[in-house]
């Protein structure tokens, strides 16, 4: 193949990348589900023929989906008979290349002049997929068959139909069932709105002229990628990130990373990692490579995603630890949760590395909580489902964001009048986590103090979040950011504190009980003892620590609204010989 | 009409006027804008114009005044009292981050933490009081916002869009302490659900209201003492105007009103060409602003968000803003892929050709390379810039790296800039659940006629609308609008549950309150009348789809109707099983103003068939061609001409690519018929 022109190339690669912004869209505005169309937790992409690699993917697809699902494509072409144009798979098997069995995937042969050119295909949250409980983040499942119905790679629609059989069967096993009809159609026409995009992309340039941008396209990123890794110093980096417990067994789970950068390359080798576990915070190997791709994409925003970005990260198979995990093991959290932490793990490991770039941790927890009950006024059972964010870490730029998103998530909280429409509860407050924010020069971002009473009916509270036990590591001298709490106070009984802290399963409720979470703050940049005194002032002023705290932490001294310059250069001082 | 009508836009670079004559041709001025006080700009564009304002019945004012004020952070010290438990949210917001990819990024609130009150009150979601105001609060907290230099003042309370009781009696407290009158309620802002939205938006308002009321203060007296003595009108972001007197107390109407004048203009102008449905697509400096006209009326919004995390929730045109200007940038990035823009040359340096000490290869400084803007009438020159600097930039810093030549580099980034531009108004339209095909597309501001047959093309729109006076579209859209005022409720019931007598009453609560405030403004008005829109939803979605109703006599089941048939038509999917919820009604109430006669402002010649004014080489998609230069003035009603072919005039280039045919109509304006593919 001779060489493509610059400017076919530049307009194939935003053709490429239009068809699935169009397939995000199209999918976005016909869901039903508030979790795929407000919380955007989907994304849509063209996979390659033969090997399922990643052509190109929608700009605004959730971003912990970044890898998974060239895996999962793989896995069907592997197993793919008989194709006929209209055929389109449905799969959700988590170790067929994917993450939760919430998470399901539509795969599709794109047929082009009668041959097939790619393979198109999304995924979406589904918001039950059957299981012990509703919405499928059981904290105490120990099988996967405990989490919900679990689909291996069948034909859903055959030549553009519908199996009405294949349809029921999941019908008859997941909650809501009447709603997932919207679901199920909008996905699958998402990739018919690709299938005509594409097409049209093919007619105006032609098959080898695509083709050949493809293959180049992929190498060019190939090659953005390596000229970033290029600025990171050659050498080995460690770093590691705790999973509070497996929500069955109380025990930190490790992940220990070990980066080696060598030349244009960076190896991956999570083999010290813990080992599997018994609840649901193992985490499959496509969801396991796809957060460290995550966390990379983080760190080099402007790289384009295909499969040549990935090409230059080599990943050790972790098999032996959590992070590897096979049939039967439960996976439901490693989505939400394991998968900021492996993020977390590579940030900690390369900012020494760039420390210009870096950031110290972000909260890195979803911080779902769901409340089940039954409100006697309306007759009717319901289930609220809450996120929460919380504070980004320091960083060369400055001071970190507080009440960010989830390191995996684009999705924006429910807003406080809507959840009291709809659900029995009042929330009595919606505030900053004061002095969650790990000290540093530049400091950690704020979390969030929420508060849900409940004002009528009973009810059963779960949580699946993280950083309970450790806050948010703090970065080159940086202090660890607040940690995650939960608290219940029951009519008459003291305070309850989930034994697993982040993590509890059917917690009961009764009317005037409240329950208070707070989020994490982010961790802490660079010594506290450098960060401006009038920058620490300005926080007492705004009551985001208190006098005490920043005496203790940043060393400075404030009295009636100024700081004491004379006793600060003493105290900073003193910190500073007994640091050393 | 009486006397002349003055409509005068200020722009970020250009203060830009239209007066209606009513006897005479219309005359036209542009003039620098003067940011460090905006009135000055205004009086020498009416200077400019030679215009008496003794004999002026009417001038419309655009200002930026508000939208610059926030992007740039010079507002008024604001406090706010809100619910206890709840002076955080204006800062913690939804959890976002401002990119989907890079942990970093910064957010200042508008109010910061200091200035941020609790005060005991609490009003559930169906507006029962749970816990009454107390009143001590509020005045502890207002002198103690006084005390810490605070201008104005935000009272925003959780579901005062139910019962606003609290935050009325709030204020009237406020009223007695506080010394001005920069007093905002979140819910005579907005009445709709949403906390950090509505306060955000309140505070908004409450942030800009002393900067604006400063400006038209004086410039009314400016105005007062050249010998005016009508009416000042002012745009608003809902593309309708309000008076000087009023404008203030919703201070946030205004912002994003440039944007909204320009597609009232085009609503106007298509509406009386025979183009009710049109996508308009203005090309300034460092920007394209895309907006939706059907049936010759502009698609509302009310889901703007200004900046990063800076939602602004009351109606306005929606106008979609796209990253790509004269302005922007060529470059290669690590890849070697050409890449045009986000980054832009802005106003200074500017493109190489303006002479302002730009380095960097422009969209500006490719289309001149190709023949297609005429290097001698370009209007912000400071040091003329030869050609070849211009075409060696190119050769050195896009060409170079691709391996082409001057003429290779700069149509590569024409192409690469078009095929961009064309992929962004594709999503806009879609994301409004629109075929770009159905639309035509109107083309103004600098830059927007270059390319706009080229993206026609690429898009499969077949014509192309390019007004006579395409660098003044804003001020004739002030010259054009209609007083206008919007209201919004939160209802938030299914339509099964729905009390039709209260939906009847809210709407013409809305309905009165409108009257009553254009019966205030003391403007003459040829009549009044009322649009009305219900947001709905099925019961459990987020997504909210907005469906025209007739008024406030809607029966139940003609609402279930009209928002099913609107679902159908738009997602194809029936879903009988699941109830519709009604969340918002929104009524707009429009004060007619008598018409200007846009047909005026034609002046093509009468006579004769095109003659080109001369002939230059252009490159286009086939490669150079030599083509008809044609200046604008000289073309008559009914003149034909077939591309290519290129027509200049003061405050435009307009491109007719090969293959197309344009046709000058009644109104002065170019109808292109698109042809072939690019």
């Known amino acids: ?580 | 009409m009486a006397g002349h009508i003055i409509g005068v836009d200020v722009g970020g670079t250009f203060t830009d006027l239209v007066l209606m004559d009513e006897g005479g041709p219309p005359r036209v001025a542009k003039v620098p804008s003067t940011p460090e006080n905006q009135a000055f700009g205004v009086l020498a564009a009416i200077a400019e114009a030679g215009a008496a304002l003794a004999d002026v019945a009417g001038i419309v004012h655009g200002t930026t005044i508000t939208t610059n004020a926030l992007l740039e952070r010079k507002l008024a010290k604001v406090g706010l009292i809100t619910t206890r438990g709840f002076r955080d949210v204006l800062e913690l917001g939804r959890r976002t981050r401002p990119k989907p990819y890079g942990m970093k990024g910064q957010f200042v609130p508008l109010i910061p933490r200091e200035l941020r009150m609790e005060v005991n009150e609490r009003i559930d979601a169906d507006g029962e009081v749970l816990t009454p105001l107390d009143t001590d609060d509020v005045r502890t907290a207002c002198e103690f916002l006084l005390a810490h230099g605070c201008e104005a003042l935000v009272i925003h309370f959780l579901h005062a869009y139910r019962n606003p009781v609290h935050e009325n009696h709030a204020a009237e407290i406020a009223a007695e302490i506080w010394p001005n009158r920069f007093v905002t309620r979140g819910h005579a802002i907005l009445s709709e659900y949403r906390e950090y939205e509505r306060g955000v938006t309140a505070a908004v308002n409450a942030a800009v209201q002393p900067v604006l009321h400063r400006y038209i203060e004086r410039l009314t007296e400016e105005l007062a003492d050249k010998g005016y003595g009508r009416e000042l009108l002012v745009m608003q972001g809902n593309g309708g105007t309000v008076t000087a007197e009023l404008v203030p107390e919703h201070a946030v109407n205004t912002v994003m009103s440039g944007p909204a004048s320009g597609v009232m203009a085009a609503a106007h102008t298509g509406g009386r060409a025979g183009f009710p449905d049109l996508l308009t697509y203005d090309m300034g400096g460092t920007s394209c602003d895309v907006g939706v006209i059907r049936d010759a009326i502009p698609q509302v919004s009310s889901e703007l968000e200004l900046e990063y995390a800076m939602p602004i929730h009351v109606p306005m045109v929606d106008v979609h803003t796209i990253g790509a200007g004269g302005g922007s940038i060529a470059w290669i990035d690590e890849a070697g892929m050409l890449q045009v823009g986000p980054e832009s040359a802005g106003a200074v340096p500017g493109p190489i050709c303006y002479g302002r000490g730009g380095e960097r290869p422009t969209i500006t400084d490719a289309n001149l390379a190709l023949g297609r803007l005429n290097p001698d009438a370009l209007l912000a020159v400071e040091t003329p810039v030869t050609l070849d600097h211009v075409r060696s930039a190119l050769a050195h810093r896009v060409g170079a790296p691709l391996r082409l030549d001057a003429d290779g580099a700069a149509a590569a980034v024409v192409r690469v800039a078009n095929a961009r531009m064309a992929g962004a108004l594709r999503m806009v339209s879609l994301a409004r659940g629109h075929d770009p095909r159905d639309f035509a597309l109107f083309a103004f501001g600098g830059a927007g006629p270059l390319h706009a047959v080229a993206l026609a093309r690429e898009l499969g729109i077949p014509k192309v609308l390019i007004p006579a006076r395409p660098g003044i579209t804003n001020a004739i859209g002030c010259v054009v609008a209609d007083l206008r005022h919007d209201y919004v409720n939160t209802i938030n019931t299914p339509v099964d549950r729905l009390d039709m007598a209260e939906v009847a009453a809210i709407v013409e609560d809305q309905m009165r309150e409108g009257r009553e405030t254009i019966e205030r403004e003391g403007v003459a008005v040829e009549d009044l009348r009322c649009i009305h829109d219900a947001d709905m939803q099925f019961l459990g979605q987020s997504h909210i789809l907005t469906v025209p109703i007739p008024g406030p006599d809607v029966t139940r089941e003609h609402l279930a109707a009209l928002f099913e048939a609107a679902y159908w038509e738009r997602f194809a999917v029936e879903l009988p099983e699941i109830r519709p919820v009604l969340v918002n009604l929104h009524t707009a109430v429009i004060g007619r103003r008598p018409q200007a006669d846009i047909a005026a402002l034609a002046g093509g010649r009468e006579d004769g068939g095109p003659q080109a004014a001369a002939t230059r080489p252009v490159w286009f998609t086939q490669g150079w061609q030599d083509t008809p230069i044609y200046r604008r003035a000289d073309i008559a009603v009914g003149t034909e001409l077939n591309g290519p072919a290129i027509v200049e005039q003061m405050d435009t280039t307009i491109v007719i690519e090969p293959g197309c045919a344009a046709v000058a109509d009644a109104l002065g304006n170019l109808i292109v018929s698109v042809e072939g593919e690019g």
């Not at chain 1, 199209?26 to 992409?45: M, N, Q, Y």
């Not at chain 1, 790619?118 to 059957?130: E, I, K, S, V, Y």
């Not at chain 1, 032996?320 to 940030?347: D, K, M, N």
């Open chain 1, 1 to 580: 193949m001779t060489a493509i022109d610059p400017v076919t190339l530049a307009v194939v690669q935003s053709g490429l990348s239009q068809v699935c912004n169009e397939m995000d869209l199209a999918f976005v505005r016909a869901a039903f589900s508030p979790v795929i169309s407000e919380a955007l937790d989907r994304s849509d992409g063209i996979y390659h023929r033969d090997d399922g690699a990643l052509i190109a993917q929608g700009d605004l697809g959730l971003p912990v989906f970044v890898g998974t699902m060239q895996f999962g494509t793989r896995e069907v072409i592997k197993r793919a008979r008989g194709l006929k144009p209209g055929d389109m798979y449905i799969v959700n098997d988590p170790y067929l290349g994917g993450t939760h069995l919430m998470d399901v995937r539509f795969v599709k042969p794109f047929f082009y002049e009668g041959e097939i050119f790619a393979w198109l295909a999304n995924t979406g949250h589904w918001p039950d997929t059957g299981g012990a409980v509703p919405g499928g983040f059981s904290a105490n499942a120990t099988e996967v068959e405990q989490e919900g119905l679990r689909l291996p790679p069948v034909k859903l629609f055959k030549e553009g139909v519908m199996d009405e059989e294949i349809l029921s069967i999941i019908l008859s096993n997941i909650r809501i069932a009447d709603q997932r009809i919207g679901d199920i159609k909008a996905q699958a026409a998402a990739l018919t709105v690709g299938e005509r995009r594409f097409t049209a992309l093919l007619d105006r340039y032609g098959k080898d002229v695509v083709e050949a941008c493809i293959a180049e396209l992929r190498v060019r990123a190939e090659q953005q990628m390596r000229a970033k890794i290029a600025t990171i110093p050659d050498g080995d980096y460690h770093g590691a990130a705790y999973v509070d417990s497996d929500g069955v067994v109380d025990e930190p789970l490790k992940i220990d990373m070990r980066i080696r950068k060598q030349g244009t390359d960076l190896h991956f080798d999570m083999s010290g990692s813990s080992p599997p576990c018994r609840g649901p915070m193992n985490s499959v190997i496509a969801t396991t490579r796809s957060s460290v791709y995550l966390a990379i994409k983080h760190i080099f925003p402007e790289v384009p995603l295909n499969a040549g970005t990935f090409a230059p990260l080599h990943i050790k198979d972790p098999d032996g630890t959590f992070l590897y995990a096979t049939y039967p093991r439960p996976v439901s959290g490693c989505a939400a949760e394991v998968s900021q932490r492996i993020a977390e793990a590579v940030f900690a490991a390369l900012t020494p590395a760039l420390p210009d770039q870096l950031f110290a941790a972000p909260a890195g927890t979803s911080g779902n909580f769901a409340l089940g009950g039954d409100d006697p006024k309306t007759g009717r059972s319901y289930v609220l489902y809450l996120i929460s964010g919380g504070g980004y870490g320091g960083s060369e730029d400055g001071d970190g964001l507080s009440n960010g998103c989830s390191t995996i998530g684009i999705s924006k909280t429910t807003p406080i009048e809507v959840v009291e429409q709809r659900y029995p509860v009042l929330i009595e407050q919606y505030a900053l986590h004061e002095g969650s924010g790990g000290a540093g020069a530049h400091r950690g971002g704020f979390g969030v103090n929420y508060t849900v009473r409940i004002r009528r009916g009973a009810a059963r509270a779960s949580f699946v979040m993280d950083h309970g036990r450790y806050g948010p590591q703090g970065a080159l001298g940086g202090r660890d950011g607040g940690p995650n709490k939960v608290r219940v106070q029951r009519n008459g009984q003291p305070d309850y504190v989930p034994p697993h802290l982040s993590k509890d399963q059917d917690i009961q409720v009764a009317e005037g009980d409240r329950i208070h979470v707070s989020t994490p703050g982010g961790g802490g940049f660079g010594d506290p003892l450098k960060r401006d005194p009038q920058a620490v002032l300005r926080d007492v002023m705004r009551g985001y620590y208190t006098v005490a705290e920043v005496e203790d932490l940043f060393g400075v001294a404030v009295s009636d609204g100024k700081v004491d310059e004379d006793t600060t250069a003493k105290l900073r001082a003193g910190k500073a010989a007994q640091a050393t």
